[in-house]
């Protein structure tokens, strides 16, 4: 499954798998699977570790101090064009737009209305003479 990673509204990265992580009182943050209840995941690059709205949270003890991101899935083309945006060192965020708005949609004239336009079109080509 491939994922977005979204933190205030925005796409800050992609992944293809999740790397999830616990926090584990005497050891302390360790990679852990999607199955035993993970509080965060680690970013592709392995310099962060984000918190995951909704999974458990950090404790005050575990060191943590980072941000927390939401995860939605996304198709593998979009995915692909995260990751191509990010690997340049551009921010995908400015790709997005700023916010989703309804387009209007212009549908062509129904066939009465095609049919009206053309009888008024013989009409004037017939005052003018021009068909007989």
């Not at 999740?18 to 009182?25: A, D, G, H, I, T």
């Not at 699977?33 to 709205?53: A, L, N, Y």
Request: aromatic letters at 8%; charged letters at 30%.
């Amino acid at each position: 499954m491939y994922y977005k990673v979204i933190k205030d509204g925005k796409i800050i990265d992609a992944l293809d798998e999740l790397q999830c992580v616990r926090y584990f009182k005497n050891i302390g943050i360790l990679r852990c699977r999607k199955e035993d209840d993970p509080q965060g995941i680690i970013s592709p690059d392995g310099e962060h570790i984000w918190h995951v709205t909704g999974w458990g949270d950090f404790q005050a003890d575990s060191g943590w101090n980072g941000d927390t991101v939401t995860l939605e899935e996304c198709n593998p083309d979009l995915y692909d064009e995260i990751r191509r945006t990010i690997d340049a060192g551009n921010d995908y965020s400015e790709f997005e737009p700023s916010s989703q708005t309804d387009e209007e949609i212009l549908a062509g004239p129904t066939p009465s209305e095609r049919l009206e336009a053309l009888e008024n079109a013989l009409a004037i080509m017939a005052l003018e003479g021009r068909i007989i």
